[in-house]
């Protein structure tokens, strides 16, 4: 059975976090991750036949005991389910080459737990997709400092507050949060050497509910304009922004609102909408559920439910840092076939 469990999780600075329940937490059995270990050993490598491999997943992840398969699956077809769910106690690879120092991906990577855990999970939620500005259009995205984006807005960063965002996608329509995944799986293969860089997730439910009136109405508004994400103007732009039409930051019914928000960069039209954004970040941190990752432990996040983000931490650039895996997942691909690319039809531009 699951319950709300915030024991292993900090809250965020504020005191206002309502007692909703939009964190759940599920706890695999020691026999129940044995199993599903050695079932996932038997696939192998994913990307030679990445539609078969999937398959394979399905079948072995359709082995769990069936309340815990419910609830992964709840998270990922529900509206009103939480919009983040850590799971604990998953398979690791016997033995982690070291952390790719250039952010990845590992050539020496020889066993494929840690991929058929993201994917698998990643599949009872949607299909994977690649984005071809985004880790090169691969499906397994290696979240890794390095030294040369420290300081950015990216996941790549370490040495600055990651602040609340969703993951978006730039779009030439005009709108990077239509074509964006609906959900991320971040996986932790190894933590950072002192076991402090934190994931916080803010759900637009207590964000709302935390926010003033009049605050939030100016959120709901078309006052704000988001940054393309640093990997697209960092390759396509030389670093300029690249902005989307304006658009609310918070939207859809009151009851199930889906909020955005872009972590390189949010140009609010007006003063009010200025105000308003700042106070939305620190609501979110008011509000925010968080994790230190570690080896086994995946986070499944929504990424139409509420924002992320991530703490400081030292990264040493010596094959020890903190390791992450990550898919974009949408629920369903027919929707953004405008931007598929003609090498992969899970590979979008
Ligand atoms: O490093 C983390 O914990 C989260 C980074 C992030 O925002 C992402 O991978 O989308
Ligand atoms: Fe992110």
């Not at 033995?95 to 994917?119: N, Q």
């Not at 996608?169 to 949060?177: A, F, K, L, S, W």
Request: some cysteine; overall charge negative; charged content about 20%.
């Amino acid at each position: 059975m699951t319950t709300f469990v915030e024991s292993p999780l900090e809250t965020g600075s504020g005191d206002s976090r309502p007692a909703t329940a939009t964190f759940a937490e599920i706890n695999l059995p020691d026999e129940v991750r044995d199993a599903l270990g050695a079932g996932l050993a038997t696939v192998g490598r994913p990307d030679t036949d990445i539609d078969r491999a999937m398959t394979r997943y399905l079948q072995v992840f359709a082995g769990l005991p069936t309340e815990l398969l419910q609830q992964i699956l709840d998270f990922g077809r529900h509206i009103d389910t939480p919009g983040v769910t850590l799971i604990n106690n998953l398979p690791v690879d016997p033995d982690l080459p070291s952390t790719p120092v250039d952010g990845g991906p590992s050539g020496v990577k020889e066993t494929f737990i840690a991929e058929g855990v993201l994917l698998g999970l990643s599949g009872l939620l949607g299909e994977p997709i690649g984005v071809t500005t985004e880790k090169a259009g691969q499906l397994v995205h290696d979240v890794i400092p390095v030294s040369g984006g420290s300081r950015t807005q990216t996941n790549q960063g370490s040495e600055v507050f990651l602040n609340f965002h969703s993951d978006i996608t730039h779009d030439v329509i005009g709108r990077y949060d239509v074509a964006n995944p609906d959900f991320l799986v971040l996986s932790c293969l190894r933590a950072d050497h002192e076991g402090v860089a934190g994931t916080y997730y803010a759900d637009a439910r207590d964000v709302s509910a935390a926010l003033a009136p009049d605050v939030l109405e100016v959120l709901r508004s078309p006052l704000f304009r988001l940054n393309a994400p640093g990997s697209y103007t960092r390759d396509a732009a030389a670093d300029a922004e690249v902005l989307s039409d304006p658009v609310p930051l918070i939207s859809g019914t009151r009851e199930y609102p889906e909020i955005v928000i872009s972590a390189n960069g949010v140009r609010a039209l007006t003063s009010g909408a200025q105000a308003a954004l700042d106070r939305l970040q620190d609501v979110c941190g008011a509000v925010a559920h968080g994790v230190h990752l570690r080896p086994g432990q995946v986070l499944l996040i929504n990424n139409r439910k509420g924002v992320h983000a991530r703490s400081t931490f030292t990264a040493r650039y010596d094959g020890l840092d903190r390791w992450l895996q990550r898919t974009y997942v949408r629920r369903n691909l027919w929707d953004i076939r405008y931007r598929v690319t003609p090498e992969s039809r899970r590979v979008h531009y």
